[in-house]
C-alpha cells in the first residue's frame, strides 16, 4: 500500500509557465515533507522541504504548499526553465529527525518536461 | 569535498548470481543508506549503516545485505538475483543517523544493475 502518491507520471509545461507537481500521502502520522530532484545519471537532490506547522515554504522559484486536511501538498515552480526537465520524487517522514532514513517514504515520481 | 561515489556505475549479471556493489560516502559522513529505484516502485529504502552497524532496514528479502566498514565505506550485495532485481541501486550518505535534518543527505549516481 503506497502510502505517498504522485500519482502524474509526468508533466509537459512550456518554458516561462508555472509547473504544478502534486503528491498525496495517506499516513496522518507525516509531518515533514521534502521534494527531490533527479536528472539522468545522476543520484537525487534536494530540492525544498516544508514542515507540517507550515502551509507553504518558498525558496526563489520553488514553492512548496501543504494543505494538512486534504493530505496532499504541491510544488510550484514559476518561471519553469528547459533546466528544470528531471524527475521530481516527494517524500514523507513521521518526524523531522527520525533517526533513521529508513522513516523517509518517497513516492513513484513526475517526470517534468519543460518545453522552449 | 568529493561527493557520494558508487561503483561500479553499470552492471550486467544473469540470474543466480549474485553481485556486489559498492558506496563511498561524502568524507566525515558516517550514516550511509541504500535505497532501490524501479519503474514500478519508484525509491524504496533497503537499508542504513552508522558506525558499522545496521540501523534499520526496509523490506526486502534475505538476498538483500549489506555492510559499513570502519572507513564508512559501504557494500551491498544481493545473491541469488532475480530479474525483478533490475534497479538503479543509490546509496546516500549523512553526517549522522538520519541527519540533522532530511535535506542532509546526499546521494551518488548510482549504480544500474541488470539481470538477464
Known amino acids: 500500500d503506497q502510502q505517498v502518491k504522485q500519482n502524474s507520471p509526468s508533466l509537459s509545461v512550456q518554458e516561462g509557465r508555472i509547473s504544478i507537481l502534486n503528491c498525496d500521502y495517506t499516513?496522518?502520522?507525516?509531518?515533514?515533507f521534502l521534494w527531490y530532484k533527479k536528472y539522468p545519471a545522476e543520484g537525487p537532490t534536494f530540492l525544498i522541504s516544508?514542515?507540517?506547522?507550515?502551509d507553504k515554504n518558498e525558496d526563489g522559484r520553488f514553492t512548496v504548499f501543504l494543505n494538512k486536511s486534504a493530505k496532499h501538498l504541491s510544488l510550484h515552480i514559476v518561471p519553469s526553465q528547459p533546466g528544470d526537465s528531471a524527475v521530481y520524487f516527494c517524500?514523507?517522514?513521521?518526524?523531522?529527525?527520525?533517526?533513521?532514513?529508513?522513516?523517509?517514504?518517497f513516492g513513484k515520481g513526475t517526470k517534468l518536461s519543460v518545453k522552449p | 569535498k568529493a561527493g557520494v561515489t558508487q561503483t561500479p556505475r553499470y552492471l550486467i549479471k544473469t540470474r543466480g548470481q549474485q553481485v556486489t556493489l559498492s558506496c563511498s560516502p561524502i568524507?566525515?559522513?558516517?550514516?550511509v543508506s541504500w535505497y532501490q529505484q524501479t519503474p514500478g516502485q519508484g525509491l524504496q529504502f533497503l537499508f542504513e549503516y552508522f558506525s558499522e552497524t545496521q540501523r534499520n532496514k526496509g523490506n526486502f528479502p534475505g538476498r538483500f545485505s549489506g555492510r559499513q566498514f570502519s572507513n564508512s565505506r559501504s557494500e551491498m550485495n544481493v545473491s541469488t538475483l532475480e530479474l525483478g532485481d533490475s534497479a538503479l541501486y543509490l546509496c546516500?550518505?549523512?553526517?549522522?543517523?538520519?541527519?540533522?535534518?532530511?535535506?542532509?543527505?546526499?546521494f551518488g549516481p548510482g549504480t544500474r544493475l541488470t539481470v538477464l
Open positions: 546516500a550518505s549523512s553526517e549522522s543517523p538520519g541527519g540533522q535534518d532530511y535535506n542532509e543527505q546526499f
Open positions: 568524507s566525515g559522513h558516517r550514516s
Open positions: 517524500a514523507a517522514s513521521a518526524t523531522k529527525y527520525g533517526g533513521s532514513q529508513g522513516n523517509l517514504i
Open positions: 499516513n496522518s502520522m507525516f509531518d515533514y
Open positions: 516544508i514542515s507540517s506547522i507550515k
